[in-house]
């Protein structure tokens, strides 16, 4: 098994270190020297996107993504509308921080109607799509775990999100590939084979046992049952050289100092990615 | 949109009503005239085998199933071993009891490998088969929602337990389709066509949102996302006309009377189901 030689692809997706402001953050991967960073859109909201922008360029850091944009399964059609638009302002975000790819949530199942919900969320992203071209923003379709699918995002497999991304080109619609959303699923390393170019983005954690909680119960890498350098090699293996981000919603982990768990992380990094 | 028309498919999952003996439970059923019954072994073990055949006689109840067997993924033989004499001891504890299906639930991960975890549950499957027919009891294989991939069953969709089912004739293994563990599954219809005859049992509950939990969070039927009736009308279409399956695990609903919850459980079956 061949370990990562280095921290260059390393990047914190801000939502493992909560408690910590964008520019806590930011300041936090430098001192790390963690090159690359995830930004949520509260966090850049907290104290505006010119800010945001300055403290990522005055610490040279890499915008890997910013989540989230999509959400579009609603079952009024000017509730829609709403989200359209808000996402669009999601993607002048990322245009202004150059990071590249919004992130897509398809969003979940109102009044018992997964198959609307599901045609919604194709008719957002072709709605979205000319509209990040024009500002040169990639849409990274996230398929959360099925758990989160009445409530978040009706596209659950990897299977479901590379066939709405293979509509379109790798430069402009492609997938993000969570471990902790996809490494249950049988057809796994096909649907990564098939995702090729497609993949925009790669997030780590760990599926801890017993899971304590649906929302808060992920674990740091390593600490948990997911093959996460295996996985990490079938992204190698078609051509995936982007950011490795590590995102971890956990509150035992959110209620440690931000330093100490920077520092878990680039251990267990090189350990087992 | 088709209601039922009586309650003669109407059955009780005694971890619904978790707080009765299985004596509570066979004469709570026959007092609300609910005909079929489906058991849970540690109930069982509770009061004895004879004894709780004599009380599910005296009702004339039928017992649709009994959970469970399985657990085939352990990392060490000897332990896998220990693990099918178990299963065998449920086959017996079925054909005593007249159930004829034993739900067979496939067991976790360990130590990281869900491929071999996966092997074993095929295997112990294979090992378990001829006790099975030599007893005249049913395999019926229930793949367990993603989420409990980890703890529980590496079988996380029905398109898995097909493949596992498939290998055998339909009177010695199949598939149990629960609503709560298949209903977020985009192929999950396909799924239910191709299972066909080896639909060998039908669980009904709800997704309720927000989900209050990983093991405690199901709903009462009705009060969730999870598209019932369509499920079940799709069930009718292949043929399926056995028992209809209750099965709720939430501390909520435990601690209500389990005669009003049987009253609540018959009004939304006609309703929803």
Redesign the interface.
């Known amino acids: 098994m061949e370990r990562l030689a280095s921290f260059e692809r390393l990047c914190l997706n801000q939502a493992t270190t909560k408690k910590w402001s964008l520019q806590e953050a930011v300041e936090g991967c430098a001192r790390a020297e963690i090159p690359w960073i995830g930004l949520w859109r509260d966090k850049i909201a907290e104290i505006g996107l010119k800010e945001s922008r300055q403290f990522i360029r005055d610490a040279g850091l890499r915008v890997s993504s910013i989540i989230s944009g999509g959400w579009f399964s609603a079952s009024s059609a000017a509730e829609r509308h709403k989200r359209l638009d808000d996402s669009r302002r999601a993607i002048e975000e990322v245009a202004e921080l150059g990071a590249g790819v919004l992130v897509i949530v398809g969003g ?2 109102p009044d ?3 198959d609307s919900a ?1 045609k919604w969320v194709a008719e957002g992203i072709e709605q979205l799509v000319p509209y990040a071209q024009s500002y040169g923003v990639k849409l990274g379709i996230e398929p959360l ?3 989160y ?3 978040r995002s ?1 596209v ?2 990897l ?2 999100a590379n066939e709405l991304a293979k509509r379109y080109r790798p430069d402009v619609v492609g997938v993000i590939v969570d471990v902790f959303h996809v ?4 057809d796994l390393y096909n649907q990564i084979t098939l995702a090729g170019e497609h993949i925009l983005g790669f997030h780590v954690s760990d ?1 801890i ?3 304590p ?2 929302l808060l ?1 992920r674990g740091m890498i390593g600490d ?4 996460l350098r295996r996985i990490r090699k079938a992204l190698d293996a078609v051509g995936y050289q982007g950011p490795i981000e590590v995102e971890i919603f956990n509150q035992s982990i959110w209620d440690q100092p931000g330093d100490e768990v920077l520092a878990v992380i680039m251990e267990r990094y090189l350990e087992h990615i």
Do not use: F, K, N
């Open positions: 979940g199942v018992r109607d997964i599901r775990h099925p758990m699918a009445a409530e009706v659950v497999t299977a479901q490494w249950w699923d049988p599926w046992v017993p899971t909680d649906l119960g948990g049952v997911i093959e």
